[in-house]
């Protein structure tokens, strides 16, 4: 599928739109969180977020416009994107213990649920750059 540019600058546009929106919504959680007086931190799976944000602007959007790589780029940039966007939810779940019912929450900042959910992210986004870039 070669889908043309203005297409994809049409849903990559939509799907960042989400995933700031969402990213805001994260950071007010934390903003309350800390009007409480507890402390305040980045999970690994909102930093998942904000890489999967940054290929988008990069690959998708910068790279064409400055004539970098080939016409493809921004399709292989899309899908690892995708790919990393994907992989948010359930790193998020795993940072709040979720995938295990018979368990308290562990209050740790990587918790081991979600080192599991973005080690699975990694393999697959390192996989899927590796085929994209023989494709």
Same mark, same amino acid.
């Given at each position: 599928?070669?889908?043309?540019?203005?297409?994809?600058?049409?849903?990559?546009?939509?799907?960042?739109?989400?995933?700031?929106?969402?990213?805001?919504l994260?950071?007010?959680?934390?903003?309350? &969180?800390s %009007?409480?007086g507890?402390? #305040?931190?980045?999970?690994? *799976?909102?930093? =998942?977020?904000? !890489?999967?944000? @940054?290929?988008?602007?990069?690959?998708?959007?910068?790279?064409? &416009?400055? %004539?970098?790589g080939?016409? #493809?780029?921004?399709?292989? *940039?899309?899908? =690892?994107s995708? !790919?990393?966007? @994907?992989?948010?939810?359930?790193?998020?779940?795993?940072?709040?213990?979720?995938?295990?019912?018979?368990?308290?929450?562990?209050?740790?900042?990587?918790?081991?649920?979600?080192r599991?959910?973005?080690?699975?992210?990694?393999?697959?986004?390192?996989?899927?750059?590796?085929?994209?870039?023989?494709?």
């Open positions: 599928m070669h889908p043309d540019l203005g297409s994809l600058w049409t849903a990559a546009g939509v799907v960042s739109g989400f995933q700031v929106t969402g990213f805001a994260r950071i007010n959680r934390e903003i309350d &969180v %009007g409480r507890d402390i #305040t931190w980045l999970p690994p *799976a909102d930093i =998942l977020n904000l !890489l999967s944000i @940054a290929v988008t602007m990069l690959g998708v959007f910068v790279a064409p &416009v400055l %004539g970098i080939s016409t #493809t780029v921004p399709v292989k *940039a899309f899908g =690892l995708v !790919l990393l966007l @994907a992989g948010y939810p359930f790193a998020l779940a795993g940072h709040y213990d979720m995938f295990n019912p018979r368990t308290y929450r562990s209050w740790t900042y990587c918790p081991r649920q979600e599991i959910a973005l080690a699975i992210v990694g393999v697959s986004a390192v996989t899927y750059t590796a085929l994209a870039a023989i494709a």
